[in-house]
Each structure stands twice: as C-alpha cells, then as structure tokens.
C-alpha cells in the first residue's frame, strides 16, 4: 500500500535559518505529493503540491521538488520566522480524482527568536 | 466564503456510547472525507463521501458509519465507542473534478472516558 515516511521530530531552529524537512514516499503509480501545515490551534493548510515528476511546488517562501528516482518530496526554506513554528505534514494522492490522503506522521517545528 | 466548519469543537463521551460529528463543506464543494488523527499521528482516512454515497473506505471497522445529505453537509457517527477513538477528527472537502486539493475543518476533538 502506499505510504509516507517523514524524518523524526521535532525540530528547532533559530529564526533566519535553513530549513530541510526529509519526506520519502511508497507509492505505485504516480502519486501526487502535497506539504501541510497545521498551526496551532487550526486546521490542516495545504502549504504546496506537486502532480508529476520534476514538479517544484513553492508558496510562503518553502518549496519542495518531486523526485521520483529517489521518491522523495523534501521541504525547504531559505529562512524561516518564528511564525513558520507549526506541524508540517508530507502527504500523497495515488493517482485519481478525489483520492484519499495518505499522512506521513508530522513533524514539529519550533523557530526561536 | 466560509471555510469547512465542523460542530461540535470538543466532545467528552464514556465506552459504549455512541456519537455523532457534523461537517459542513467549503461553498461549491461536494465531496467530504473523514480523518482521524490520534496524538502525535498525522490523520488516517476514514472515508469519503460524494453524491450521498461512501465511493471510499480506509481501514475503519464498521462502527464508524456516515452520511451526506442533499446539501453536501456530512456526518460521522462512531458506534460502541473505546478508549482507542480518543482523537481530533477532521473534515475535509472537495470538488469532483479538482483532485489535488482538499480543504479541512478545524476539526472535532473526541476524549472517550
């Protein structure tokens, strides 16, 4: 079945660093592959997508590259602010309109000040 | 534009009792999907509704049961509930046609006594 593996957490980074956050997925098919963000005390926000391979999804300053020879999905962000401080899940959609999300577990991150 | 709007916002039940969720879609939506995300977990699919059917199930024993009516709005209701259902669960809506993108509610947060 299809699944997605997220790097543990949580993490904590000082505001103005660089930040990776590793996602790795198993998939037949080709899968597209979403970032979320859930900050506290919300819901879940699509932060980025990609539907096919090479695709870089960006938004607020993160961006993550589809990768399929290595199936992986990993976030970035050139300089983060205390206000990126939130949950951040990697997710996919097999291959179909509507399909059903697939979460990896989530990861925490908190930027200091 | 309301956004996806779930009542109620927090729920206290005991073992054996039963209850129910509601969820209201995103204006033009007509799909919803029901997520549980237990502590620390990212969120698992419980099921999806579009035109008044279940089109897809996650791995949910049967206790876990919906609905969608005429206006798109849903319900989740959990039968016989255990400690182990003690989660937030999020509604998510969609519209059949435009499948990378899911919206989701603030979510209903369940503790099962």
């Known amino acids: 079945g299809n699944s997605v593996t997220q790097m543990e957490g949580p993490v904590t980074l000082s505001e103005e660093a660089f930040l990776t956050i590793n996602c790795t997925y198993t998939a037949t098919g080709y899968p597209s592959l979403f970032w979320y963000v859930q900050y506290p005390g919300e819901g879940l926000q699509l932060l980025l997508k990609?539907?096919?391979?090479?695709d870089k999804g960006s938004n607020k300053g993160f961006e993550a590259t589809y990768r399929k020879e290595t199936t992986s999905f990993h976030l970035e962000k050139g300089s983060v602010q205390v206000s990126d401080s939130a949950v951040y899940f990697c997710?996919?959609?097999?291959?179909?309109?509507?399909?059903?999300?697939?979460f990896g577990k989530g990861i925490t991150l908190s930027v200091r000040p | 534009d309301a956004g996806v709007t779930q009542s109620p916002t927090h729920l206290i039940k005991t073992r054996g009792q039963q209850v129910t969720l509601r969820c209201s879609p995103k204006?033009?939506?007509?799909?919803v999907s029901w997520y549980q995300q237990a502590l620390g977990q990212g969120p698992q699919f419980i099921f999806q509704y579009y035109e008044e059917e279940e089109r897809q199930r996650g791995n949910f024993p049967d206790r876990f049961s919906g609905h969608q009516f005429p206006n798109y709005s849903s319900e989740l209701n959990v039968n016989a509930l255990l400690l182990g259902d003690s989660a937030l669960y999020l509604c998510?809506?969609?519209?059949?046609?435009?499948?990378?993108?899911?919206?989701f509610g603030p979510g209903t947060r369940l503790t099962v006594t």
């Open positions: 998510a809506s969609s519209l059949v046609g435009d499948s990378y993108e899911q919206y």
């Open positions: 997710a996919l959609t097999a291959t179909g309109a509507n399909s059903k999300l697939t």
């Open positions: 204006s033009g939506h007509d799909t």
């Open positions: 990609a539907t096919k391979a090479d």
